[in-house]
């Protein structure tokens, strides 16, 4: 049974930081992509940052890059969130798939992605 389970979301302050985890189990991760995406109320689902599990390829939005890290250990995927900032408010899910090509921003596509995740939620404020 495919699973991915996200955990490590909470409230911060500005300029935080938070750490999430993908636990995943049911599936060979190192045949999939794996993105993070988020969604904030009212508005669409965004691609955030996505790994590419077997080569350890890394992808950002521009929104994020120089503050979110995205890495891969064994079963789990994190994305660690620094400088936090009030926009990026929202429930974050992560999500695998498998392409045989993963160029230009594919990655972004949420119909690229099979398997999700339940969601975690993000809040930062004062």
């Known amino acids: 049974q495919v699973q991915l389970v996200e955990s490590g979301g909470g409230l911060a302050q500005p300029g935080g930081s938070l750490r999430l985890s993908c636990a995943t189990s049911?599936?060979?991760?190192?045949?999939?992509?794996v993105a993070w995406f988020r969604q904030a109320p009212g508005k669409e689902r965004e691609g955030v940052s996505w790994?590419?599990?077997?080569?350890?390829r890394t992808n950002y939005a521009d929104s994020v890059k120089e503050r979110f890290i995205i890495s891969r250990d064994r079963n789990t995927v994190y994305l660690q969130m620094n400088d936090l900032k009030p926009e990026d408010t929202a429930v974050y899910y992560c999500?695998?798939?498998?392409?045989?090509?993963?160029?230009?921003?594919?990655?972004?596509?949420?119909?690229?992605?099979?398997?999700w995740g339940q969601g975690t939620q993000v809040t930062v404020a004062p």
């Open positions: 999500a695998a798939g498998r392409r045989r090509s993963w160029s230009g921003n594919v990655w972004r596509r949420a119909l690229e992605y099979g398997y």
């Open positions: 049911g599936f060979v991760l190192d045949a999939y992509g």
């Open positions: 790994i590419l599990a077997a080569s350890e």
